[in-house]
Each structure stands twice: as C-alpha cells, then as structure tokens.
C-alpha cells in the first residue's frame, strides 16, 4: 500500500529507490502513524508531492492501526475508506497483495492502450475501468493491467507509439495514432 501511494506522479524506479530504507524504517502501520512532523517528509521526499503523501500514509496508518489490527484490509469498501487509497490503489493492492482481481487496475498506460484499441472511449478511469472490466475476465484483470501498462510503456508509447513492433498491429484499429 505504501509504495502504491508513492507511487503517485512518481516513476516506479524512484519508488523502488525510496521503499527499502523506508520498510526497514516504519515497520508497520502504527510506525507511520507516529512517524514525527517532517521525517516521513523527508524519508520520501524524493518521490514528490512528499507532504500529501506523508498525509495520507500517516492517516492511512493510523485507520489500519486503530480499525484493521494492523494489517491492511482486503475488501475494496474497506481499501477505499483510507486515506490517499482511490479506486487505482486499491485494486493494484487486491489484485497483487490478495490476488484479489476485483475491479481493473487504469492508469495512464492503461487508458492510453485501451482507448486506441477501441477498448473504450472514454477517458475518466472508472468509466475506463468499468468497459475493460466487460471485456477482461475477473481472474485475468490483475495480469492484463500489468500487460498493457507493460505494452504502454514499451510498444505503444504516448508520443511515437512503436507500431511495426507491435505484437498486436494486425488487430489495432489504430484509434487516436495518425
């Protein structure tokens, strides 16, 4: 959960820099609900937006701490009550955490992928989610965001999408690349 939360805004390079001292740290909910006024801040600084982020991981400890015995819950209902947990990080929490593929994980990559193949046309997340959601499996929806956010960055990049590379070419519509 806490490396999902800094994740925001954040490439997963620099979260993967950040969490080892950060896990050696706060080794548990509690810990980063008693973290002190700009340490967190300052553990995390690097992934940006660093005092929403401490914010939500400090809140989010404390409601795991007082309300869940420590341990983060396994329902989206419950996942979606902490704070700085949305729709996105709670289903990359059930999905790898729980093997949980309950709804579809949309980020950029994902929207951006979905909408040129004609998956979906629409562009807020959860009307994305909720077309991908008809068309992918439940057991498979947890693999195939992790394929198409793979895909995404990769083959079908944002501003030169790599079309003679791309595995899916003779099925893509080519929706939204010139």
Do not use: W
Request: aromatic letters at 4%; charged letters at 25%; proline letters at 6%.
């Amino acid at each position: 959960m806490v490396a999902t939360i800094l994740s925001a805004q954040c490439t997963d390079v620099r979260v993967n820099q950040v969490t080892p001292a950060l896990f050696a740290k706060y080794r548990t909910a509690a810990d980063y609900a008693r973290a002190p006024a700009g340490e967190l801040e300052r553990d995390i600084r690097q992934t940006g937006f660093f005092n929403s982020k401490a914010r939500s991981l400090r809140l989010a400890g404390a409601a795991i701490a007082a309300e869940h015995g420590g341990r983060v819950p396994e329902t989206m209902e419950a996942l979606l009550k902490l704070p700085g947990v949305g729709r996105k990080t709670a289903n990359v929490i059930l999905g790898n955490a729980f093997g949980k593929s309950e709804g579809f994980v949309v980020d950029t990559h994902i929207g951006r992928v979905a909408r040129r193949l004609g998956l979906t046309r629409q562009t807020d997340p959860r009307k994305v989610e909720d077309d991908l959601n008809l068309v992918v499996p439940r057991a498979r929806r947890t693999m195939a965001a992790h394929q198409l956010i793979f895909h995404g960055r990769r083959i079908c990049q944002a501003r030169r999408p790599r079309c003679e590379a791309c595995p899916l070419d003779p099925l893509c519509p080519r929706i939204g690349v010139p």
